[in-house]
Every structure is written in structure tokens, then in C-alpha cells.
């Protein structure tokens, strides 16, 4: 039985629950635990928690004052015997039966730095190439011509080819993007990241070709918004809203009046700004008839939407964008968004992971000095078995401390994690 007393009513043997106020109040870095000695009761009293539930089923109960009259205090008692009260705090414990998974080896840091000289020349050219074909397209279909995607067949290869070799250089170099050319490098962006992703899904590579093409098709349709409400700086009013949401049909229709288009281009074009919720546009379709190449597209869409540095925003790191997609409910298909984290090999911000020195921390960034490394914060000691002082490290940095595994923040009693982690964040650390 559950019971909230206040800490001057706390006696060894009683087994803590929960306490009062948030983590950061309290001495101890979990909040279920026996009491062992008059110690721990001191530290509890002192801090700024003024009541704990004690659960009573797991240790001493509470008792009440004619009941302390009426029955003399247990001596030394042997449910409260030092060697039984480890025990019993130790399964209280319960370390995580195994972790969740090992933390994926950085597999895009394969190169040497004369190979990734080599590699970002090249992808600085399919990107040059691309953006110029894209654009070539976008006219045709500006001036109400029919497409020919055949032309973007080679470019499609050639992204494919350095996605493969390393996602993050010619994801890096796309990044970056003026207002004039947005459209058309985003397009480069999203195939690049629609390939990566598929990889990663392990679709075979006869369907990489239709997949890529698809992410260098699906915003089309946007020829037809002038350029006025593309690049208007305030707030768009209803009708210029629905000029925006009707780009994926007005796509769509380019596309399939257009010669050797694939269905999976079609689709994607036109359903790329549905939500799984079903209050995306243009259709408001929901979950069930959403394919699984439009639940990627979503997802590669928003990505490189957040994360493109334009000359008029601060975009949001790559770990921030993950945080801040994985938070977002209705949007995305959640399995899919997982698969994307995993392709990207970015842990997003508020990773619990698991350093050596057996340190508990939370990523809170990247590393400037390795795109697929993070910075963390470190706050637990499991060793020393108590909170240490928050210390932010960057994991990329040569001789750094080392990563050891994601954890799942459940196994470690962190029931409210999501409120933990925004109060970790605001937290002063050293660094
Ligand atoms: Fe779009
Ligand atoms: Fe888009």
C-alpha cells in the first residue's frame, strides 16, 4: 500500500516510493529505494522535499501514534536487517536486464581524409548538376510543358552513389541554401535522404532508382505558387495558404501528364504533406491509406524543411530536428521515423546514453568536430552509485570519453523523462 507521509515521519526500513518535486530537488538519484540507515533520512529531511509516498508492501509501514504506544518498536528488526535491507534495495535497483541497443559505430567516418576530400568534390558536383536539372525541369513545367524526369536519371545515380559512400557529405553540402535555389537543392536534399532511408529499410536496389526520383519530383507543383507568396517574409493569408496547399495536386497532374513517370512519383507528389492523423493537405487522408513510400516523404520532407540553413532562419541542428520530429504526435509513422534516426546515425537531443567510466548522460547536441557524434551531459555516476555535478562532453573530440549504448530511460526510473530532460537542458554544466 501506497502512503504520503512527510520526511520527519521517514524511519529506516521504509521503502521509498516517489518524493515530492522534481528530480533535481531530492539528494538521490533515484526516487525508489529502501531506507537503510538514519543517514539517508537526514539527506532527505534537509533537502527541499517536504513529503514522500512510502510504499508499505516493501518495507517498514508507517505507524500510527496509538499504534506506537500500543506495540513496542521492533527491535533490530530481521525484515530490517542490514543484510536483508541490501537485498532488498539492490532488486529494488533492478539495473536494466540489457540495453537497448549498442550504439551504432560511426560507419559514415570509414573514410580517409583524403578519400572524403575526394568524395566532397565529387558530391559538390552531382549537387551542382542536379540543382541545374532540377531547375531546367521546374521551367518546363513552369511554361506548361510535359516533364522529362528521364533527363534526371543519371543525377538520381549519381546522388545514390555518394549517399552511399557517405550520407553526410552530400547531405552538409545541401544543406546550405540560398532563398533563389531553395526549392531546387531541397529536392536534391530529399531524394538524397528518401535513398538513404530505403537503404536503410533494405529495399532492394532496383527500387532505389523510382524512390530517389520521387524526392527529386514531389515538389513540382510548386512552379505553380508565385514567387511573391514563396518568399513572402510575414504571415500568409487564407487564399495565399490555399495556393500553397493546392502544389501537391497541381504536382501531381504535371507528373502524369508527363511521359515514363513512376506511380511511387505520382504518389508521393501528391500525398507528401499528409499527416498520419489525417490532417495533412491536400486530402486529409489518414494512416490507413498512406503508403509506406509517402510516410517516408513526410518525414524527408520535414527533415530538410527545419534543418536547411536559409538566409532568413536559424535552422534547427540535426539532433534538434529528430527531438523535435520524434515529439510531434499524428505527424509521422513512428517506426518509419525511427528507421529514418537510424539512417542518419544522429542520436536526436534528449538520447539517454550510457558513457564509460559507467556515467549515465544525455545527448544535447553534435559534435562540431564530428557530424555523427554527439555532445552529451552527464549527470549520474553509477560507479560512485550518486548525482554528479552536470559536465558536458563532446564525444567527437580526439581521446574523448567513449559511448558505450542508448538507454531506455524507463529502465532507469525515469518515469517522466520528457520533464527530466527539458530541466537536465536547463540546467547550468560544466564543460
Ligand atoms: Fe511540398
Ligand atoms: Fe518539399
Redesign the pocket.
Known sequence: MLRKIRTNQLEPGMFIHSMEGSWFDHPFWRSRFLLNDREQIEQIVSSDVERVTIDESRGKKLLLSSETVAQPRPAKASACSPKSARLQELSALARPRSYLREVAKPVFNRLSPRERAAEVRKATGTIKRSRAAVMALFEDARLGNSVKSRKLAPLVKQISRSVNVDPTIILNIARIKSKDEYTYL?SVS?CALMVNLARKMGFPEQQMHDIGMAGLL??VGKTSIPASILSKPGKLDESEWNIIRNHPQRGHDILAASEGVSNIALEVCLR?HEKMDGTGYPGKISADNLSIFTRMSTIC?VYD?ITSQRSYNTPLSASEALAEMQSWSGHFDQLILRDFVDSLGILPVGTLVRLDQDELAMVIGESPSNYSAPIVRSFLSLEKDRKIVPKDIDIGRKRSRKLLAIEDPEDWGFSDWTSFSAELLSKPAAT
Open positions: 531541397h530529399v514531389h515538389d507528401h520532407d524543411a
